[in-house]
């Protein structure tokens, strides 16, 4: 990778990063202006890299989802070889970032807050879809894969509401939905 296209990648991260910060703290109406302020930059310098703010929006949605997906990889036991596996990875990657009381309020307002717009609220949707396929294909009952990401999406959003989830409370769910993960048959008749 030569130097300016490291510059380049280094800049979009600053300004990502500066970006998933600044939307946290203003909502949906993040203007360009507070993004340049937040990244120490110009107007000008961020519309470099994102011709508009639906443009940034996007690219930060990704950005997550994209971490996410790392995450989940990440977390995928090698020994594991049973049905279901990327599956209890999902979870452990789910409540990883829960047990980051604060920086799971960040990103949950964050994924939140870009709900509201359009293009991210569809490329979410399209993930979700990819996520359930993916799982689909690891053996495990479409009943059990419909509980376990509801589940997981009501921890993540859960601490919004609540406050910080306890440890026991966290460990507790995190164990329950990993057996319910390592099973592959239906929940129900």
Known sequence: MTGQVRDAVRTRRALLDAAARAVVV????????????????????????????D???AALADDLFDQFARAVEDRIDPADTAPGRRLRAYVRATFDDLEKTQDAVEQT???ATLSAFPEPARRAQERYRRWNRTLAEDGVDPQRILVVLRACDGASIAPLFEGPLGP????????????????????VG
């Open 26 to 53: 203003h909502g949906a109406g993040v203007s360009l202006d507070a993004v340049a302020r937040e990244a120490g930059v110009s107007k000008g310098g961020l519309m470099h890299h994102y011709r508009s703010k």
């Open 168 to 187: 026991e409370e966290l460990a507790g769910t995190r164990s329950l939905l990993l057996a319910l993960a390592t099973g592959t048959g239906p929940l």
């Open 55 to 57: 443009e940034l929006m």
């Open 109 to 111: 307002t964050l994924m």
